[in-house]
């Protein structure tokens, strides 16, 4: 017999996307100014929230385990996010004191942060390890990032580091988070999380690629995405023309990949808990979207110039899990985000395509959902 918390996982995963029919929305129920249409739909498993916590780079990549999982053929699954964490700060500890704080020491990170600790310290499943450990309902690391930082800015000011501060500052992170286990029974077997990384979750991380679009190095080479929270500066980001990087996330989504995406979401009509959409219109709007908008068209130039000045960054990742239209036929993003369900389309986003051209500084997909060709120009098996 199921318990009651895995039929509410059960019930709550058909909603989320294991049924493939095509379901129909509209983005306001008295204006219903966009009717949007889900086209292509992959399996994914529930909306979740990262609350007041700046964790949304690990919830948006778990969310791409478990789909992966699913398209290798593995089992519906609920992986801690929490354990990636706990393994993340240490390792951006380490490199902040290293740095003697000239280094981002912040809550975000980004994609390939969570596949560096899949690789090194494998994961487990949330009932294993919620990182709720305050017994909070919601993820609160308001008081536990302070902490942290306090203890790591009183080591550096102390100008000797002692052989002892990891081992004070990873007692205070399991305090708030609980310790990671080493062992645990899931389904009556024993696994460490190295062997459930390899077992069930079926990912091979180095599998996977991530994709940016930017003048400041040569395309069709790897490169150091410059942004604040790729903080241990990796250089391993295939930089392709922006046409391509477009034509890589509809390539992937278009054959069963989903893709994680990385991009700015401070735009007025980035709109997720009201209105449920991300548009990119031409002309200015004072008040609200009445009908339905042209949007910029947004070039590589144009694009590289909101990047230069600061008002594209990377605030946010998500998760991309197929594909939408709107009532005229133009397609859109159709995305699963981690700000909980009680918004618009419950928790679900569809972004138009000027706004993932402008807006988007990183896409990371399985090697094998680019298309042929740009896997040839990158070099890639």
């Known amino acids: 017999m199921l318990s009651e918390g895995k039929t509410k996982w059960i019930c709550a995963l058909v909603l989320a996307g294991l049924l493939l029919a095509p ?19 992959m399996e994914h498993t529930p909306v979740k929230n990262q609350a007041r916590t700046g964790t949304c780079w690990c919830f948006s990549t778990v969310s791409f385990l478990e789909s992966e999982a699913l398209r290798l053929g593995g089992e519906v699954m609920d992986l801690s996010e929490m354990f990636i964490v706990n393994y993340n700060y240490r390792d951006k500890a380490k490199n902040y004191i290293r740095m003697h704080g000239n280094a981002s ?5 980004l994609s390939h942060d969570v596949m560096k600790q899949l690789r090194e310290h494998g994961i487990v499943p949330e009932a294993v390890y919620s990182g709720k450990k305050l017994g909070k309902e919601n993820h609160d690391h ?41 062992s645990f029974t899931y389904k009556g077997k024993t696994y460490t999380p190295s062997s459930f990384a390899r077992e069930k979750v079926l990912v091979n991380p180095d599998d996977y690629v991530e994709l940016t679009s930017y003048t400041y190095a040569p395309f069709y080479s790897q490169c150091m ?12 980001f295939y930089n392709v023309p922006l046409d391509e990087l477009e034509h890589a996330a509809d390539y992937a989504l278009k054959n069963g990949f989903t893709i994680t995406w990385d991009g700015d979401v401070s735009e007025k009509f980035f ?17 609200e979207i009445t009908e339905v908008v042209e949007e910029m068209v947004v070039t590589q130039a144009n694009r590289e110039e909101t990047f230069n000045n600061y008002t594209t960054t990377d605030d946010h990742l998500m ?4 594909l939408a239209e709107d009532q005229n036929g133009k397609i ?8 909980g369900a009680d918004r618009a389309y419950e928790g679900y986003l569809f972004m138009s395509k000027p706004y993932f051209r402008m807006k988007t500084t990183a896409i990371m997909v399985h090697k094998n959902g680019l298309p042929p060709e740009l896997k040839v120009k990158l070099g890639l098996n």
Do not use: C
Not at 225 to 236: M, R, T
Not at 319 to 322: M, R, S, Y
């Open 271 to 287: 709109s997720s808990r009201d209105k449920g959409y991300a548009l990119l219109p031409k002309e200015e709007i004072e008040r």
């Open 332 to 339: 859109y993003y159709y995305i699963k985000n981690s700000s």
């Open 105 to 109: 020491f912040g809550q975000g990170s």
């Open 225 to 236: 995405l410059k942004v604040p929270d790729n903080w241990w500066y990796n250089g391993e």
């Open 23 to 41: 379901a129909v929305f509209s983005s306001d129920e008295e204006n219903k100014v966009y009717q949007f249409t889900v086209v292509q739909k």
């Open 319 to 322: 998760h991309f899990v197929g």
């Open 142 to 182: 308001s008081e536990m990032f302070r902490v942290l930082r306090g203890i790591l800015d009183s080591v550096i000011a102390a100008r000797r580091p002692s052989i002892r501060w990891l081992e004070a500052y990873t007692a205070a992170l399991n305090v708030y988070l609980g310790t990671p286990p080493e």
